[in-house]
């Protein structure tokens, strides 16, 4: 058997010059939506263009069933203030916030953080996270960065993972605008 053998019996070594994986960008998930949410990592990140750092969260989506698989990051400004704040109060309230939330997620694990007195360490926090289950609500970034515009989610709520999972409609306001207009006028040609 060699190390370049595929799952299904080929191998990946068949001289191919090109190969694509396929996925490509995805739009974000409708602010409001709940999915259950399957901890694939956790570790600290710096901040863009600075040595802020926050915790990084890499979680998979196991529900609804229209979002399985997706894969989606959350930055928790747990020790530094993110920089991206420029009023020093609202940066702190986020921080504390963000440890309210990683408290929230950390409960329904196995509360391993929680008894921790100090900044957890890449380990620590893989080993508190990673594997654990709990349902996130979703809000909706967007910004504007050197030109390209970008959005994606952030983490609102986390609760337990037996929390009731929803999906909302993508374009509810655009419906709600475009849903036709009757006129309340009764002068028309049906004879009753």
């Known amino acids: 058997m060699s190390f370049w053998d595929l799952g299904d019996g080929t191998s990946a070594a068949s001289g191919e010059k090109e190969f694509s994986a396929g996925g490509g960008d995805f739009e974000p998930l409708p602010k409001g939506t709940s999915v ?18 926050f915790v990084n969260l890499k979680v998979s989506v196991l529900k609804p069933d229209g979002y399985a698989g997706r894969v989606l990051f959350f930055k928790l400004w747990v ?3 993110d920089p991206g704040v420029k009023e020093k109060g609202k940066a702190e309230t986020k921080r504390d916030k963000h440890k309210r939330m990683i408290m ?17 360490t890449d380990e620590q926090l893989a080993l508190a996270l990673v594997g654990s289950q709990f349902v996130a609500t979703l809000g909706l970034w967007e910004s504007e960065r050197d030109g ?18 929803s999906e909302v409609p993508k374009k509810v306001a655009a419906q709600r605008k475009a849903a036709p207009v009757f006129d309340d006028d009764i002068d028309d040609d049906v004879p009753f």
Request: glycine share 6%; hydrophobic share 40%; proline share 5%.
């Open 79 to 81: 020790d530094e203030l």
């Open 36 to 53: 259950l949410c399957l901890v694939d990592s956790a570790e600290w990140k710096p901040g863009y263009q600075v040595s802020e750092e």
């Open 104 to 120: 929230a997620i950390d409960a329904n694990s196995k509360g391993r953080l929680a008894k921790l007195q100090a900044r957890p």
């Open 148 to 165: 390209q515009k970008s959005s994606g989610n952030w983490l609102m709520a986390a609760r337990p993972k037996t929390a009731e999972v």
